[in-house]
């Protein structure tokens, strides 16, 4: 870290650790693989651990190729740039790069796969230049990310790739898209099929203006579930991509 990076830090680490109630520095899920993932996800850009940056998971994961995870960054409107999120122990730990932009807050549900009991991170890029980073810990038996395909056990499986379910749901000031893409996503590490995964995402609204990007990892669920808020009406647009160049368009009233 260079020597403004670090006058920056001290600066901004007791104002926040102040409004948030997080002694500076003191990491909520103790890990031995932050100082590791600081420098290999944010760049050892200056942060705080943030309690207003929430993860919501289960405490245990039943179904470590199926696990919810809710990334609640609201408390920031306006001002995210980016949520990058990660699982430190995975093989694979990259989840997702979300940037909510015109409309969309800061809030996204999606499923993963877990191969371990781990730390998940989420950590909010605000445009002030600083990380706010939200810690939570999943328990689970193991295997998630080894596990073989439950899709592509499903005959015909092949016809139905990039279809899209869903609707949208009004929650008073804005509304929520719930979406699952059909999609075996795979990661690699299942012996003899090579990575097949969607990595790109768009949001876009009747008039193609964009409204959210993600780029997704193979740490992503098969028949990825996903999940956004909107503000305001009208149709809006969900265009996919594939790390095969296919491509997928879906229309959400």
């Known amino acids: 870290m260079n ?23 003191k990491d909520p899920v103790p890990s031995v693989m932050w100082a590791f993932y600081h420098k290999q996800m944010l760049g050892d850009a200056p942060f705080v651990f943030d309690d207003r940056v929430k993860l919501h998971a289960p405490p245990f994961a039943e179904d470590a190729r199926q696990v919810p995870l809710e990334i609640d960054a609201r408390a920031f409107k306006g001002e995210v740039v980016k949520i990058l999120a990660w699982a430190e122990l995975n093989p694979l730990p990259k989840i997702v790069d979300f940037q909510p932009l015109d409309r969309v807050l800061p809030w996204l549900s999606l499923r993963i796969r877990i191969e371990q009991a781990t730390p998940l991170r989420a950590a909010v890029l605000t445009r002030d230049g600083l990380w706010h980073v939200g810690s939570t810990l999943i328990d689970a038996a193991g295997g998630g990310c080894t596990a073989p395909s439950v899709v592509r056990t499903q005959p015909g499986w092949e016809e139905h790739i990039g279809e899209v379910l869903g609707g949208r749901y009004p929650r008073g000031e804005f509304s929520r898209l ?57 149709q809006t647009r969900l265009l996919l991509r594939d790390n095969s160049g296919n491509q997928f368009d879906a229309a959400i009233p």
């Open 3 to 25: 020597w403004r990076a670090s006058c920056l830090l001290a600066c901004w680490l007791p104002m926040a650790a102040h409004a948030v109630g997080i002694e500076p520095g």
């Open 178 to 234: 719930r979406l699952q893409v059909a999609h075996p996503m795979d990661n690699g590490m299942v012996g003899g099929i090579p990575e097949f995964f969607i990595n790109h995402a768009e949001l876009r609204d009747g008039n193609d203006q964009l409204l959210a990007r993600l780029e997704l990892f193979p740490a992503v669920s098969e028949n990825p579930n996903l999940a956004f808020d909107i503000e305001g009406a009208g």
